[in-house]
């Protein structure tokens, strides 16, 4: 297994458009999450799935934001109408649905929003 | 609520050994990990400590007590290639809460 893998790695964008952003978790793992992380800050939670399942998503940082899992395999990140503050890197990671399973990141992607 | 401290900055020689602290206060909380990031890197896994005491792992070793809730991670024989964010995370009725992360800087 490559582990975690994001993409695209980069997307730059124009204030006001959507971006899409994919994540295909270690075969295994049937908890997936979505961080966001900022320069000098730590990795902040945004939502979570089990399996197909959504579990948590009111820490999503607002409704612009939503993500799937529709066959509990590969999830998206969606951000519609973008603004400038949402410029981060977004961190996906995936981990087996036990307590004190680690979390493995993949390696991100940085959206700008000019 | 929950909350995670930890120190902003740190240095340290090349060699020498340097405790990072932290402390959290969260719900439920189950178990404390320790992270490294380098610059432009994912987070990768070091340490997961759920019981009271040290977890030795190499170089690394990972302190838990629960009662006062703090954790530190100990790294000897520090070497260059340390030099990385360190990130305390702690495991509760939410998804890990990370930390803001420890800059450490290892000098020759």
């Known amino acids: 297994d490559t582990g975690v893998s994001q993409d695209p790695r980069h997307k730059i964008t124009k204030r006001g458009q959507n971006v899409t952003f994919r994540c295909d978790p270690i075969?295994?793992?049937?908890?997936l999450y979505w961080y966001r992380q900022t320069l000098g800050q730590g990795p902040e939670f945004l939502t979570y799935?089990?399996?197909?399942?959504?579990?948590?998503k009111s820490r999503l940082l607002s409704d612009r934001f939503s993500a799937e899992r529709p066959k509990g395999s590969f999830s998206t990140l969606e951000i519609q109408r973008t603004e400038q503050g949402d410029s981060a890197m977004y961190l996906c990671?995936?981990?087996?649905?036990?307590?004190?399973?680690?979390?493995?990141f993949g390696n991100g992607t940085r959206l700008t929003v000019t | 609520g929950q909350n995670i401290d930890q120190p902003t900055e740190m240095t340290a020689t090349e060699g020498a050994i340097v405790q990072i602290n932290c402390t959290y206060q969260?719900?439920?909380?189950?178990?404390l990990f320790w992270y490294q990031q380098h610059a432009g890197e994912a987070p990768t896994f070091l340490s997961y400590?759920?019981?009271?005491g040290l977890e030795e792992k190499g170089r690394f070793s990972s302190f838990l007590s629960r009662s006062k809730g703090y954790s530190y991670l100990l790294l000897k024989e520090l070497q260059m290639k340390d030099s990385a964010s360190y990130l305390c995370?702690?495991?509760?009725?939410?998804?890990?809460?990370f930390g803001k992360g420890t800059r450490l800087s290892v000098i020759a």
């Open positions: 990671a995936s981990s087996l649905a036990s307590t004190g399973a680690p979390l493995h």
């Open positions: 075969s295994e793992h049937n908890r």
């Open positions: 799935f089990q399996n197909e399942a959504q579990l948590e």
């Open positions: 969260t719900s439920g909380f189950n178990g």
């Open positions: 400590n759920v019981l009271d």
């Open positions: 995370a702690a495991s509760g009725n939410t998804p890990l809460v």
